[in-house]
């Protein structure tokens, strides 16, 4: 069988869909539970239904990532308002939503890699509606957010606000390091409550890490003792360079690399 999607799925016409994103590892999934507490959040603030109870979604996903085998990975999933006739108005009553549900493998030691070596960070704009907090499928400023950042040999983009304070990543929410202090966007309207920096906020209060939600610029980034992002796509990765310039000693810090190695044993994996 081929999978397809039809021509007048919202999805597709509008963007008029939210999705969710889990690592997998050794083949099982990790913070199930949460992403779709995240994914049910997202789609009543957009008033689509579940496509199916979250038990047979969790049977999906699963068959899904044994169906391609994937032992280390990511398994995607998205749900739009479904198919109809365009218009920009709410179809009819009773229309059904569409279910993608994709998975593929990842390196890890590959991103292990990267995270013993840090990443670089440019800043762009933040041009997005102030509804980031739904993980919507309308990702067009992240997507040339993210191409930018590709373009300038960096491997995130920070978007920044008029006040020339950090929001969060194209993909990823933006942390620096101030003594034993965390200090991280409040998950408001302005950002997405990422799943990852949740479990960070309980890895963190195990080591005795004091977390501040608050904003803060790029000027205060710069002067950091570390910085990293959080995903699930990268777990903590550290972040080196804002811009070209350096963040503390141009190397990833102690405090991004033991909330990595503490991560899988505080997450959530079934």
Known sequence: MQATVHVEDRGLQFADGVYEVCEIRAGRLVDERRHMERLT??????????????????????????????????????VTRGVAKRDFAFPPSGTRPSLIVTARAKNRQQAEDSAAKGISVVTVKDNRWDRVDIKSTGLLPNVLARQEARKRGAGEAWFIDAEDCVTEGSSSNAWIVSGKTLITRPAEHGILRGITRMVVFDIARELKLRIEERSFTVAEALAAKEAFITAATQIVMPVITIDGRTVGNGKPGPVAQGLRARFHDVAEID
């Open 41 to 78: 959040r997202s789609l009543g603030e957009i008033s689509i239904p579940l496509p199916m109870s979250l038990k047979a979604l969790g049977i999906v996903l699963r068959e899904t990532v044994r169906k391609n085998r994937v032992h280390d990975g990511l398994v995607y999933m998205q």
